[in-house]
């Protein structure tokens, strides 16, 4: 069945660091592919999205890019910011199917 | 602010009772969608509305049920409850359902079952 890997927190790191976040997939077909935030306390925000293989989604400095080579939808950004700390979850979605969550992975930045 | 509204914000209750969430989605989006985040099981999928009707089911028990009215809104019923239902309950909505479409989600309902 369809499902989502990412790699294991917490990420600590310092600000103006280099951020990679894996991600891996399975699925049948081309599904949708999604990273969203969690800030804390708060609902899930859309980060980025990206809807078809090469394509390359970006948002407040993050950038992630659909590759179906390798079935990766790594994120990234070149320096981050204490307000980055938050969790990700990078999320695909076939046809109307469920959306499908990895078990997301905690940022922590330390100035 | 994703424009989903979700109530109440916090519910405490005890094993055995039954409550009620309730969801409403952004303006003009018809498919409402609800998941439970839980510290072992992440985050799930439980069932999906488009317009009134059921259109996907997830991990969702019996015990569980919801619906969504006429005016869109949506609400989901938890009864029986036990200790390991307490969880972050989340909606989210999207415009009509397709894979590619952005969800939007709600703040949540924290559920606490003592």
């Known amino acids: 069945g369809n499902s989502v890997t990412q790699m294991e927190g917490p990420v600590t790191l310092s600000e103006e660091a280099f951020l990679t976040i894996n991600c891996t997939y399975t699925?049948?077909?081309?599904?949708?592919l999604f990273w969203y935030v969690q800030y804390p306390g708060e609902g899930l925000q859309l980060l980025l999205k990206?809807?078809?293989?090469?394509d390359k989604g970006s948002n407040k400095g993050f950038e992630a890019t659909y590759r179906k080579e390798t079935t990766s939808f790594h994120l990234e950004k070149g320096s981050v910011q204490v307000s980055d700390s938050a969790v990700y979850f990078c999320?695909?979605?076939?046809?109307?199917?469920?959306?499908?969550f990895g078990t997301g992975t905690r940022l922590q930045v330390f100035p | 602010d994703s424009g989903v509204t979700q109530t109440p914000k916090h519910l405490i209750t005890a094993t055995g009772q039954r409550v009620t969430l309730r969801c409403s989605p952004r303006?003009?989006?018809?498919?409402v969608y609800w998941y439970q985040q839980s510290l072992d099981q992440g985050l799930q999928f439980l069932i999906q509305?488009?317009?009134?009707?059921?259109?996907a089911k997830g991990n969702i028990l019996e015990r569980f049920s919801a619906q969504q009215f006429p005016d869109l809104h949506s609400e989901l019923n938890l009864s029986s409850l036990e200790l390991g239902d307490s969880a972050l309950y989340f909606c989210a909505s999207s415009v009509v359902g397709l894979a590619e479409e952005t969800q939007y989600f709600g703040p949540g309902t924290r559920l606490l079952v003592l």
């Open positions: 699925a049948t077909g081309y599904p949708s």
């Open positions: 990206a809807t078809k293989a090469d």
């Open positions: 303006s003009g989006d018809l498919s």
């Open positions: 509305y488009y317009n009134g009707e059921e259109r």
């Open positions: 999320a695909l979605r076939y046809n109307t199917d469920k959306l499908i």
